[in-house]
């Protein structure tokens, strides 16, 4: 009884990690959506919780602060009955010298199942993985990529608009130091949507075009005529030096207001990853008005890494490894 | 070559398991005393046309429409860690509460008791029925679980080489119910 947009009945998912998007087949990226649709539905129940992963240990590793990822993937792990342990950097020998093998490998001598990492060097959940018989999932490494929120953000461009294939998805806002944008390229572009990025000049790092994207060079430009615009945090802190003059001035040629929303498709929907910075790349009225679906995501990512964890989960560490051998 | 399930034997054709599905639908009816609170609830996959049907009949006999909600225990399966890759998993759903009905879960085949166990599991996530009833077209031996059904279409004897299969024109484009044996290939 095949579904639409339903993956064949005899795909098998294999992969003991999830660390990018880069690295998935499309395939791969649907059968986590689809499985994500089954888990919402956990969340309208009486008792939100299933006893499917009872019995094994999530270790939340946080090096770099989080409350809305961390706390999403802490609720996926209750309402799927497994434990969960949360190490942040600051209260724990993460902060002591201590360092990122030394803490894997006495991790793994309390033989969790999976591990969540969120790290600011790219590639430390890779390492991790190489490491450790332990499932990775990588919840952010660097400006590299954070592939469960481009899958979380896949969710509701898929509920709103029924699919991928086809739509004209504006992206904009700090491109150079955005990991949600990178793994939202390669997912967007791997299911066929048309992706079109948009940023200041100093935001914007060279040779994008080589990931199969469009560049605009305003906001005005980028947002023409789209299904879908995803408004980027200004991240100050990962910036170092101001990379335009003042946030006022960002919020006048960058900021997306009603006004300039009016460019896009009539049922565009306007999504962002969170935290927002009211006033700077989004005003109020888009962020609260009704083309916007930004607190649709965040309830949604709870369904998407309930998914990830359920299919991580059933991948045998000494399969996966005879797999990479072979 | 590995062992294939070969068709043996036809136990039951389409108007025979018609008959059976009918009769149980007058059973579901007689225990309970009508159509008053109850609520069929198809296990997928195939306990789903089970229950439509069941529903169809009973509403051929008593005119009246009886909600039909459909169950997938993958959450709560007890071999989630022995078996690799993880089963897909699909959305359970109810067309009302599940509180004070009488819920008939329906299922094609019984044979260990593990579904069934599964299912009470899940039902109770739902909600409290005031009291849950099992139908199934196929009762065959090799029980783990001391669990029985209420209503069933027939009992099969079988072997552990055999398996019983029942099919349904909505999932398998036919109707019967039909026993495969394993064999190796030539």
């Known amino acids: 009884m095949a579904e639409p947009g339903r993956a064949g009945g005899d795909f098998r998912w294999t992969r003991k990690d999830l660390l990018g998007i880069a690295e998935l087949s499309a395939e791969e990226i649907r059968a986590i959506l689809d499985t994500a649709e089954s888990f919402r539905e956990v969340a309208e129940r009486p008792i939100k919780k299933v006893p499917t992963l009872r019995g094994k240990t999530v270790v939340n590793l946080f090096f770099e602060t989080s409350t809305r990822t961390r706390s999403s993937f802490e609720i996926a792990e209750k309402r799927l009955s497994a434990d969960g342990l949360n190490f942040s950097a600051s209260s724990s020998s993460l902060s002591k010298g201590e360092s990122l093998v030394d803490t894997a490998l006495n991790l793994q001598a309390m033989a969790p199942d999976l591990i969540v990492i969120r790290h600011a060097y790219p590639g430390a959940p890779h390492m991790l993985a190489r490491r450790l018989a332990a499932g990775v999932i990588n919840a952010g490494d660097g400006a590299h990529e954070h592939p469960t929120q481009a899958l979380l953000d896949a969710f509701t461009i898929r509920q709103h608009k029924g699919g991928i294939e086809g739509l004209e998805v504006a992206i904009v806002g700090d491109i150079e130091h955005s990991r949600v944008v990178r793994s939202n390229i390669h997912l967007l572009t791997k299911l066929g949507a048309r992706v079109t990025v948009a940023g200041p000049r100093t935001l914007m790092p060279p040779a994008l075009e080589t990931l199969g994207v469009e560049v605009a060079h305003s906001l005005e430009e980028a947002i023409e005529g789209k299904d879908v615009i995803m408004m980027l945090r200004i991240q100050l802190e990962r910036q170092g030096r101001m990379a335009f003059p003042s946030t006022r001035e960002y919020f006048n040629l960058f900021g997306l207001t009603a006004e300039r929303l009016r460019r896009a498709k009539e049922d565009v929907i306007v999504m962002h990853p969170g935290p927002m910075n009211r006033g700077v790349e989004i005003a109020s009225e888009v962020a609260d008005g009704p083309f916007s679906v930004i607190l649709e995501q965040v309830a949604n990512g709870v369904a998407v890494r309930m998914a990830v964890l359920y299919l991580l989960s059933g991948v045998r560490p000494d399969e996966a490894r005879a797999r990479g051998a072979a | ?186």
């Open chain 2, 1 to 186: 070559m590995p062992p294939t399930l070969q068709p043996k034997k036809t136990i039951l054709d389409k108007k025979q398991l018609r008959r059976v599905i009918r009769r149980i639908a007058g059973e579901v009816l007689e225990r309970d005393g009508g159509t008053a609170d109850l609520m069929l609830v198809g296990i997928r996959t195939r306990g789903v046309p089970f229950a439509e049907r069941l529903a169809a009949e009973i509403e051929a006999m008593e005119g009246v429409r009886v909600p039909v909600g459909v169950l997938d225990i993958t959450l709560y399966r007890d071999d989630l860690s022995t078996i690799a890759p993880q089963p897909v998993v699909r959305a359970s759903r109810f067309p009302e509460p599940l509180d004070g009905r009488v819920v008939v879960l329906a299922d094609d085949v019984l044979y260990t008791g593990r579904t069934i166990r599964a299912a009470l599991d899940a039902l109770v996530d739902y909600g409290r029925p005031r009291a849950v009833r099992l139908a199934v077209v196929a009762d065959r031996s090799g029980r783990e679980l001391p669990i029985q059904a209420d209503f069933v279409g027939l009992s099969v004897p079988t072997s552990t080489d055999e398996h019983v299969e029942v099919r349904f024109a909505e999932t398998d484009g036919a109707d019967d119910v039909r026993i495969l044996e394993r064999r190796e290939e030539p």
